[in-house]
């Protein structure tokens, strides 16, 4: 199985009880392939060492009908002076139209 569709498969198990359709599902897995595939270039330097994927939802929802965007937000690890590999976390964060869009300082 490609990699692209282990990604989608996995989003779409971890995801399964917030009832997202199916063409939301694929923008997200989508966008989550174009920023690995472009933080693994083979020009990129320091080389990273890990990608890790973080999907962040609200945890009230009053409908399955709901209407749900998302943003992402790169974080690069910063390690000692001399480590040539790095981490990069890509965080995904899905929320409700209409609703706030959580930040630091909301509670």
Known sequence: MPADDRLYAW?????????LQ???????????????AR?????VE??????????LAPSKRTSNN???????VERLEHKK????ARDH???IYLYVEGDEIPTHGNQ
């Open 11 to 19: 989003l779409k198990e971890i995801l399964k009880p917030l009832n």
């Open 22 to 36: 199916e063409d939301f599902l694929k923008k997200i897995s989508s966008s989550t392939q174009e920023t690995a």
């Open 39 to 43: 933080l693994m270039r083979t020009d």
């Open 46 to 55: 320091p080389k990273l060492k890990h990608i890790h994927l973080l999907v």
């Open 66 to 72: 709901q209407t749900w965007g998302f943003f992402s």
């Open 81 to 84: 002076e001399h480590d040539v």
């Open 89 to 91: 976390t890509i965080e």
